[in-house]
């Protein structure tokens, strides 16, 4: 395309260079970076000072902002070519306010070309451990998956009225080695329970650099409006997933206990997975954001950690 008719060639070279906004930047939003290609400059949204070496560290250029204070936000209009949307919502209600106010303050300039926001699977609800694809209705059976369908709603809605290329992803169990918590070798060593067989749950995962991956992907490739699942080729059980890492790290299985006595020895937070069964199909992240998985199992991905902590 002619210099001249493109959006950014009439511009001096300083200003051609793509924007990415990354608002949310733990682990996954690192992962991102890290494999970004040099010609994008990274922006990451911080609400915390403390946190600016770690991101100037990263080869981020961080902003002050918050999302909980809309006013502080305005700066971000305009700034940036494409949004990765990371950060969760808040804990309380039924709506994501955070979202929201990212939205308002994007969608008042017209420079935006495409945002990714990173959700849960856990829109979905219970679905009885039926394959799923992504046109499955959503049921959130709490209030943590509801905020995330209202934020969803906030995301199609800067797709549809500014004309940027929104896309969602649905995100199961994120593990990895080196991701803080990311595997269960400190569940296992606690000896928390798990269902017993015949009244366990399908569950879902990602590995952290799989998904980081996808984000990447989606950022270029996701189509508008579009939701992809990002999971995954495993078939497990809760139980068959802990007892094939209890294998792996040489520790004992977790004891299975029926789900009435669960609800009296395990948290609600946990009861919670424990009451959502689905297999998520991964077709359209494959096809469409052409997503090679470097971990297609858990059991790649868990022996992994084993064999770097032999070496």
Known sequence: MPSNQSP?????????????????CGDIGSRVVSRM??????????????RVPHLRALGCTP???NLDTPSSLRRLAGLAHRVLHLAPPASDGWSDRRTKALVQALRSRGALHSLVYGSTSGVYGDCQGAWIDETRAVAADTTRAQRRVDAESHVRFLGRSAGVRASILRIPGIYAPDRPGGTPQVRLSKGTPVLQAEEDV????IHAEDLARACLLALWRGAAQRV???NDDTQLKMGDYFDLAADLYQMPHPPRVSRQAAQTQLPVTLLSFMSESRRMRNTRMKQELRLALQFPTVAQGLVERVQRKRA
Do not use: D, K, W
């Not at 060639?9 to 990354?22: E, K, N, T």
């Not at 994008?40 to 911080?46: D, P, R």
């Not at 399908?202 to 995962?205: Q, R, W």
């Open 8 to 24: 950014l060639g009439a511009l001096p070279s300083r200003f051609r260079r793509q924007r990415l906004l990354i608002v949310g």
């Open 202 to 205: 399908f569950t879902n995962h």
């Open 37 to 50: 290609p040099q010609r994008v400059q990274v922006l990451a949204l911080t609400s915390q000072a403390s």
């Open 228 to 230: 992809y699942n990002i």
């Open 63 to 65: 902003l002050m902002g």
